[in-house]
């Protein structure tokens, strides 16, 4: 049995050539553009549930169902700022990253 049957490799496990810095720094500058506008629509939103009193428990509701909303929308922003952070740390970049 020949050894390089055994181990043969498949297109795609062949190693892709590495990208340059600059490349990464590209590609993570999209990524985080890409987060931007997410991030700034989930912050509006916010923004307009506590103007309208959302956080509030509504006629009908359940005790504590306005702090409920509160909790799940600082929760989908608090994620997003997460990823970003984790892009940027796995990028080797410093926390703050623009």
């Given at each position: 049995m020949k050894l390089d049957l055994f181990f043969k490799t498949?297109?795609?496990s062949?190693?892709?050539p590495e990208k340059s810095q600059e490349d990464l720094r590209a590609s993570l500058e999209s990524k985080l553009k890409s987060l931007k506008p997410i991030l700034q629509e989930g912050i509006k939103e916010y923004?307009?549930?506590l103007e309208e009193g959302l956080f509030e428990d509504q006629d009908g509701d359940q005790e504590g169902a306005g702090?409920?909303?509160?909790?799940?929308?600082?929760?989908?922003?608090?994620?997003?700022?997460?990823?970003?952070?984790?892009?940027?740390?796995?990028?080797?970049?410093?926390l703050v990253c623009h």
């Open positions: 498949d297109k795609k062949a190693k892709k923004e307009q549930a702090k409920s909303r509160k909790e799940a929308l600082q929760k989908k922003i608090t994620l997003l700022i997460d990823r970003a952070q984790k892009m940027c740390i796995f990028q080797g970049l410093p």
